[in-house]
């Protein structure tokens, strides 16, 4: 089922809807349409609905974390062997989510690809969000998370330091880079829009906060050349970042000698995994919302079909990181990664691996017909499918790999608590209050970019 | 305050001298009448701290409230609790706080002494090693020994007399004792029954004859629910006399045990296990030897487990291989028909090819006709007198115990018991089910039992004396052997406990005797010379000097015995003891409760085991609850399929499924003992399995018994070994060169010390003493079952059971996993903090203070020896636990991983005495706590860069291996292979 509001749009030769922008939006219909929203005095009905139902799974998560505070990581299934679980298969899900962002706003700005306007400040913000997400995990998945900050660098008058050998450490600096960059490139490309909705402002309370969050903008051609050339800088920076965050993370694993972590495929496959679930999490908020919004004209089926576009190469590089692996695995003639490949396919785990290549690799390939790329439920559907089949393949590496490592006496299962589900999905929750409070608070769509868009028409067309 | 205007001495003089009579003056200003002091009388309190009629009162009430609030809340920045620290008035010359001190002791099991040296941190007992001087321990140590510290802390324990469970006093006891003594008088004690398990007290002997001496009437029962009637009968039958058999495993080459767990369940098998042990250990290739065990069981044992062959059948068929074998060496004996007679023929002919150096040993669990037999081919082996003596009994008084409880039994039901005085037991549990102990129980007037815990049997009552823990206790007890240990205290009884000595003496008149005085005056009366010193030299050795129990010359008198009747049906149900909790004494210790049994791994509960075969045939898994039917009598059991569990034998674990016991065995396991009859102590034919379609969560330590074709557990045969020396290095990948790494590879010199450790696989049992040593050492905690469940164990050290071959009969390897200590470690590299580090003696170090808890080393652990806090394992000690707390070795919280130190805090204390001597630490000086328990020396710690210490040499073995070596970890725990000694006649 093809969108309605598509139809007058123009379409291309090979038969793609060719604009960025829906004919007839001036550069005042532009910025009411998006700057109405922060400032209305009630937000749609299934805004409280959505961020209602975000809320109770947050609340949730603040259960099960004051639960395991009180009594430590015993509460989840971990055990010896396996000591990473849900906090780890988690952590590196929502870092994975978290790359959409800068990558379609640093990589595709740099690569002058216009039509990440529409969508780069909600999957900027969704990269936030999910970072932040996934930040909560390694702290909560330590043992006394009390002394985090031991892993930090920091002057000690006992001249401890942190061992910088322990990919964790390194972790810890690559998320908490990436977590600034964004931070900044977001807020930084916020700013005229903070302003716009600012001067739309009536009621003196949002005129004063917007107004400090906007900076003192005024619009001046010095304030934007500043603010450009900082933004094309900060784009440059997070551009390597998108690639080094998931290889770092990657290297939690590689460096490790488990066999079906120890493994040089990891950060390519990673980063592409990474972006390949970014863009379905993005595609799974954008399609509800830009209906829920009245978004049509300004999201259009070209973004969506772009973004379908960029899920089908990336899934093909993480279908073929999995091949590989297994090639490896039998091509190694070492008996532990043989062993590995073999109880990740037919062990006690090894439907949740077929459960992965359905997930992962088989539904994607759907992408290939056009139409169903040009149907909003399908495409839904299967950004959900890689979305899912992500984390499971975070649940493949870790806890497969895990159960069934070099010595088999020591062989145990790993069986998910009540709490691993709670936190899992008290994250989600956490994720989506941080989400809508966002889509009800700030300008989720960039203004200053899109009124770009009306003076140049033609940039609007492909 | 007006108070200050100076004192008028002119008024004072005036107002003086102008009273009349006598009044009083306390000082001058009452003299003066000052208003400073009337009101100083006046007020309760000094001026400030009363201000209530002050009109300011609320304000100041509530300044007053705020500062003791803000005070109050400084007071809660320290996290220390407030604790005393009291110096030694007098300090006691031999001590010096912060060093342990050592005294040699006996625990007893079965009535037999277990030899041991405690140790005593400020006067509490906290670890027990293995007495080298006592000639059943040789140093070793059970893992019941192992345990007994956590007993004696136990907040379970029996505390206080109790009259009819109500909390009362010794004395009251003892009066009302002489009340129905005085009235026993008369009838010379006709009404007076004392019943005990076996002992072997000297002291408790002399004090029991002198009783029934002047009781004449009275008599005296033993009960030990695992008897060993069948050996006294086999001996009364085979000789006319009862004698003890005490074999010499290290003068045998070829052993064939019947049923036969010498190596674990024997009261000698601490010194058996040693001795055969060094028939199996090998050194170089050439000319190597080894003795050959054969075993015939019905149930995997750890005797089995060691044998190079072992064959698994029925209980009832042992008999019939027995008489089989005895046929084949001449002997003339009823013939019973065995489907393995090649088996056995194979058997005999290496018996007979090795006269005088052979052993045929029978189990307890199997009737005295075997037993006959064992010593007739004994005898016809030419073995008696060279690998096999005769002694006198350790028991004074050794009697068929069945016949003993029966007589007990039948006197109690005709009611002419009017005291029955049980010493420890649980008779109401543990006797056979159709006796009806209880109910003949309940007919005695007055039931007293001196007892460590309260259990089923303290219901039946009267009385209920706390008995003192061996700890706490002066007495003496004999060994196997016949060597007497005298018992010494380490400490004060902590509740009001009562020794077994204390309780007879109370019967005399005039009672108030102590346990020393008792012990003390019955040797007196031996006319040692030279009393003193030698009682103060029996008191440090642990044993009393040529106690031994002389050589017995017997004459077998006996002919073929009969054959024991056997009941009929397919199936057959065994009763064993259970490899932690025993008899069901121990079911409240956690420690045992938690270590998993040896080959089965399982914790917390018995089972029913049944063979492979039977749970296909009956389409049972593990866990599947059955009806177990014998004898009339149904028992409902998860069961759990055993490999190497003979075909139609079921095996029940004794002592599990307490009614009444403490915290921690509360609601663990099924008694077995509700099946069990008096024609079936040990097994029995005619029982039925009824799957009932529930499941019951059993925990086991070991999910997979497979090496998946991994370096990991390397085992050949002799044969292999003798031809080819490096014979298991074929077909591995070669140890990888040290620079193989990314690191520097020098980057620890090791030129000091340089510790290592070599585990001989060949010579290891499985028995798990070192795990339990190692859990006593190092404070590790205990669990729980749901815990266990998770995967979530604390062993540092543990034994690893690897199967190989045919399901129905495995050859079973153990493996003993401590940390590895790597040179190239996993671990070390990937903690963030630098909490596991290598220090510059190879010892891979934890630091726990340091850690967070990533447990990202226990990932990269190819071993999987590191063991995580993954809760608070140490919450709610009361005051008594804590007191079994090795002083030297931090008790870890929540959150923290921990793992294997080689004992780093035993290292540590020998480097202090070294250094203080201006000298190098000398091989076997340290001695870490698993190899201390290790009843076969296995284990051997020692430096690495000393060419002569005893773990090089081991290391230059061509055995040696490393596991999983191709990780190129360089471990500095080394195996030494695991070798058989096949006979080649047959096939394995």
Request: with cysteine; net charge neutral; charged share 20%.
């Amino acid at each position: 089922m093809t969108d309605p509001s598509d139809k007058p749009l123009g379409i291309t030769p090979l038969g793609y809807p060719s604009r960025l922008l829906a004919p007839g939006e001036s550069y005042d219909s532009v910025t009411d349409r998006i700057a109405s929203i922060p400032l209305a005095k009630h937000p749609p009905r299934q805004w409280y609905f959505g961020f209602g139902l975000g809320f109770i799974f947050f609340m949730l998560l603040l259960w099960a974390v004051t639960w395991l505070f009180a009594k430590g990581v015993g509460i989840w299934g971990i055990n010896i062997p396996v000591a990473w679980g849900f906090a780890i298969v988690n952590f590196v899900w929502w870092i994975g989510i978290g790359h959409a962002g800068t990558f379609i706003s640093a990589i595709l700005l740099l690569l002058h690809q216009r039509w990440r306007t529409a969508i780069n400040r909600f999957s900027e913000a969704m990269t936030l969000f999910a970072v932040a997400c996934a930040g909560m995990f390694p702290l909560l998945h330590l043992g006394r998370p009390w002394v985090f900050w031991w892993i930090l660098p920091y002057p000690d008058t006992m001249g401890v330091w942190p061992q910088f050998r322990s990919p964790l450490v390194w972790d810890v600096f690559a998320v908490s880079t990436y977590f600034t960059v964004s931070l900044l490139f977001w807020y930084l490309g916020l700013v005229p829009d903070l302003a716009s909705v600012r001067d739309k402002a009536v009621k003196l309370w949002q005129k004063r906060i917007y107004g400090v969050l906007a900076l003192g903008w005024r619009g001046s051609a010095a304030h934007w050349q500043r603010q450009q050339s900082a933004y094309l800088l900060l784009a440059g920076l997070a551009t390597p970042l998108v690639l080094s965050v998931h290889s770092v993370v990657s290297f939690d694993f590689s460096v490790a000698i488990v066999p079906g972590w120890h493994s040089t495929i990891f950060p390519p496959y990673f980063v592409a995994g990474a972006i390949y679930s970014g863009f379905a999490m993005v595609l799974n908020i954008v399609i509800p919302v830009r209906k829920l919004y009245k978004l049509e004209s300004l999201i259009t089926m070209r973004h969506l079909n772009n973004m379908a576009n960029v899920m089908l190469v990336t899934g093909e590089i993480v279908a073929y990181g999995y091949l590989i692996e297994a090639f490896m695995s039998w091509y190694s003639g070492d008996v532990f990664e043989e062993y590995m490949m073999k109880n990740r396919a037919f062990g006690p785990y090894g439907w949740v691996f077929w459960a992965l290549m359905i997930l992962n690799v088989i539904i994607p390939q759907l992408l290939w017909s056009r139409k169903i790329r040009m149907n909003l439920l399908l495409l839904f559907l299967i950004a959900l499918s890689i979305n899912l089949g992500m984390w499971v393949e975070r649940f493949v590496i870790v806890i497969t790999s895990l159960n069934r490592d070099f010595t088999p006496s020591a062989w145990h299962l790993y069986i998910p608590t009540f709490w691993d589900w709670a936190t899992l999905a008290g994250s989600i929750g956490l994720f989506f209050t941080l989400q809508f409070l966002f889509m009800r608070f700030l300008p989720m769509i960039s203004i200053s970019e899109t009124r770009e868009f009306v003076a140049e028409p033609k940039t609007a067309e492909a | 305050m007006k108070a200050d205007a100076p004192l008028d001495l002119d008024t004072i003089r005036q107002r003086l001298a102008g009273t009349r009579g006598r009044k009083y003056w306390r000082c001058l200003e009452e003299v003066a009448e000052t208003p400073a002091f009337e009101e100083f009388l006046h007020r309760e309190f000094p001026a400030g701290a009363s201000e209530w009629g002050d009109e300011f009162s609320r304000r100041g009430f509530l300044q007053l409230m705020a500062a003791s609030f803000a005070l109050a809340g400084f007071s809660a920045c320290t996290k220390q609790p407030l604790e005393k620290i009291v110096p030694y008035v007098r300090q006691p010359p031999e001590l010096t706080p912060g060093k342990p001190l050592y005294f040699a002791t006996a625990l007893t099991l079965g009535g037999f002494a277990q030899g041991v040296v405690a140790t005593s941190h400020e006067g509490r007992p906290t670890k027990i090693e293995g007495n080298p001087d006592h000639p059943v321990s040789l140093g070793a140590t059970k893992v019941f020994t192992q345990a007994a510290v956590l007993d004696l802390y136990d907040p379970d324990r029996a505390q206080t007399v109790l009259r009819a469970g109500q909390p009362s006093d010794w004395n009251t006891f003892v009066s009302a004792m002489h009340a129905i003594l005085q009235d026993q008088q008369t009838k010379a004690g006709t009404g007076i029954r004392i019943l005990t398990g076996s002992t072997t007290s000297p002291t408790l002997q002399s004090q029991l004859n002198a009783f029934l001496h002047q009781y004449s009437a009275a008599k005296w029962h033993q009960w030990e629910p695992l008897s060993r009637d069948n050996i006294r009968d086999g001996a009364w039958q085979a000789f006319g006399e009862i004698v003890e058999t005490q074999y010499a495993f290290d003068k045998a080459d070829v052993i064939l045990a019947l049923d036969a767990d010498f190596l674990f369940t024997h009261p000698s098998s601490l010194r058996y296990a040693r001795n055969f042990a060094q028939r199996r250990r090998v050194k170089d290739a050439a000319g190597a030897k080894m003795s050959r065990l054969y075993a015939v069981e019905p149930t995997p044992t750890i005797t089995g487990s060691m044998a190079d062959h072992r064959l698994p059948v029925s209980s009832a068929e042992v008999e019939a291989i027995a008489r089989s074998l005895a046929q084949k060496l001449g002997l003339e004996v009823e013939a019973a028909a065995t489907p393995h007679e090649e088996w056995v023929a194979a058997v005999a002919r290496d018996l007979q090819a090795h006269p005088g150096t052979g052993i045929v040993i029978a189990g307890e669990t199997q009737p005295a006709a075997v037993h006959v037999l064992a010593h007739l081919i004994n005898a016809k082996l030419n073995n008696s007198g060279q690998t096999i003596t005769y002694t006198v009994p350790a028991e004074p008084v050794p009697v068929n115990q069945l016949t003993s409880l029966q007589t007990l039994i039948k006197d109690l039901q005709s009611g002419g018991v009017d005291l029955l005085i049980m010493m420890e037991g649980n008779p109401v549990f543990d006797t056979p089910a159709d006796l009806g102990f209880a109910e003949a129980v309940a007919k005695a007037k007055t039931v007293v039992r001196l007892g460590f815990e309260e259990n089923e049997t303290s219901r039946y009552c009267h009385w209920h004396i706390p008995a003192a823990h061996a700890l706490e206790s002066w007495s003496d007890v004999c060994a196997f052997d016949g060597t007497v240990t005298l018992i010494q205290p380490l400490i004060e009884p902590l509740f009001e406990g009562k020794t077994a000595h204390e309780l007879i003496d109370a019967l005399f008149q005039p009672p108030g005797r102590n346990s020393y005085d008792i012990v003390r005056a019955y040797w007196q009366a031996q006319k040692w010379p030279n009393f003193e010193k030698t009682w103060r030299t029996a008191l440090n050795d642990g044993v009393v000097a040529g106690s031994a129990s002389p050589a017995q010359q017997v004459k077998l008198t006996a002919k073929a015995p009969s054959k024991t009747a056997q009941a009929s049906g397919k199936l057959e149900i065994l009763f064993r003891p259970d490899p932690s909790i025993w008899d069901g004494r121990f079911v409240n210790n956690g420690w045992l409760q938690e270590l998993p049994r040896p080959i089965s791994k399982l914790t917390w509960d018995n089972a029913a085991l049944v063979s492979p075969v039977l749970a296909q045939r009956e389409k049972l898994e593990n866990g599947d609850v059955v009806t177990l039917k014998f004898g009339g009598r149904t028992l409902r059991a998860p069961v759990w399929i055993m490999p190497g569990q003979a075909e139609n034998s079921v095996t029940l674990h004794l002592g599990y499924g307490r009614e009444r016991t403490g915290r921690v065995g509360a609601g663990t396991g099924f008694n077995a003992y509700a099946l069990r009859t008096s024609q079936a102590l040990w097994s029995g034919a005619g029982l039925e399995i009824k799957r009932t379609g529930e499941k019951y969560p059993l925990v086991d330590t070991q999910k997979h018994h497979s090496v998946e074709g991994r370096d990991i557990v390397r085992s050949g045969t002799i044969g292999e070994f003798t031809a080819n020396a490096r014979f298991l290095e074929a077909h591995k990948e070669p140890r990888p060169e040290r620079d193989v790494t990314l690191y520097h590879p020098d980057e620890f010199k090791y030129d000091g010390y340089k510790w290592g450790m070599s585990i001989d696989l060949n010579v290891c049992i499985g028995c798990n003493a070192c795990t339990i040593a190692c859990q006593a050492e190092n404070n590790i905690a205990v669990v729980g079952k749901t815990q266990v469940a998770n995967g979530r164990e604390m062993h540092w050290i543990r034994v690893d059971a690897y199967f190989q071959g045919s399901l129905d009969n495995p050859e079973v390897n153990n493996q003993p996993v401590p940390c590895m200590h790597c040179e190239n470690a996993p671990c070390e590299l990937v903690c963030p903090v630098g909490a596991t580090v290598h220090d510059d003696e190879g010892l891979n170090v934890q630091v726990y203070n340091r850690c967070i808890g990533t447990r990202y080393c226990s990932n990269n652990c190819p071993y999987k020896v590191r063991r995580f806090n993954f809760l608070e394992f140490n919450a709610g000690m009361t005051p008594v636990q804590k007191m079994v707390k090795n002083p030297d070795v931090t008790v870890r919280s929540r959150g923290v991983m921990e793992k294997c130190t080689y004992c780093t805090q035993r290292i540590n204390a020998a480097r202090i005495t070294a250094e203080i001597a201006n000298r190098k630490i000398r091989d076997g000086e340290i001695i870490t706590a698993c190899q201390a328990a290790c009843p076969v020396e296995a284990i051997v710690f020692g430096d690495l860069n000393d060419p002569e210490s005893r773990v090089v040499k081991l290391k230059g073995q061509p055995l040696d291996y490393w596991m999983l070596g191709e990780l190129n970890t360089r471990p500095r725990t080394s195996y030494l292979a695991k070798l058989r000694n096949p006979n080649p006649e047959m096939k394995s």
